[in-house]
């Protein structure tokens, strides 16, 4: 952690948008797991030390409330930054956004984001992390989102790294099979598949990341987590070595 967990701003803002490193999380379908992830994965960035905010655009605003519980248990490390979506999202005012934010920036989105709030999105993200339930329903509608993404015009000039995730799976049952089946023949990466645990909710209500809990409650799941973390180091080193090339 930085010195006992705070964040300089100084250090946050000196960043440029050639070396931010911008995480989106979305999927359209509500209830997925998109804020769990967000903020699950913010919390493991400020737990090791590595500078993160986080970009809340649900008019929801879950993600900040998690921000504002975190601050109420005395844990700090993550900057906050809201963007309440209502009607278009202008790319300029995302931008003045991120201009904001530190080294990494992770976007919780809100559901039923379509193809004209994708476009600035995409723009202006490195990386789009998707996670996906394992229900009939919730692969239809997975499987029409990253259309619609592949679609945008954004994505056609530049694809995005993009990957998806598993979410509240449950081992050995048909409904995991077929996600695991589907998420398989796609042709973008399945990183991992996240457990089914009442843990997450808990410690979202204490503003918490699952990790942030004791030890010995959370350290089962670790491994569901490790993937996504090398993957996303992995992307963002690629991106680094290759704006160091130009
Ligand atoms: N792996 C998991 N195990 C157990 N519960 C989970 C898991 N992932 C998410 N949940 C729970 O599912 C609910 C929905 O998750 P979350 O809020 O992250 O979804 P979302 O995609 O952000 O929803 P919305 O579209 O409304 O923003 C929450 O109550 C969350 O605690
Ligand atoms: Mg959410």
Redesign the pocket.
Known sequence: MDDEGVISPARVRSHTSGQRFTILVA?A?????????ATNLASLYARRGSPVSLLDL?P?Q?ADTWLNLRRQSGLTGIESLRLPLSGELRRADLADKLRRGGPRVII?S??GLDARTLEPLLQVSQVVLV?VLPSPLDIRSATRFLQTLMLTRSYQQHPRRLAVVA??TRQRTVMFSQLKRFLQSLKIPYLAS?????L??QA?GEGKGLFELDQGRAHAHLDDWQPIIEWLEVQRQLIRSMSADR
């Open positions: 999927n379908k509500g209830g997925c797991g998109k804020t769990t992830l649900d929801q879950s919780d809100p559901a996670p979410n509240r996240l457990h089914d645990t009442q997450l909710a979202a």
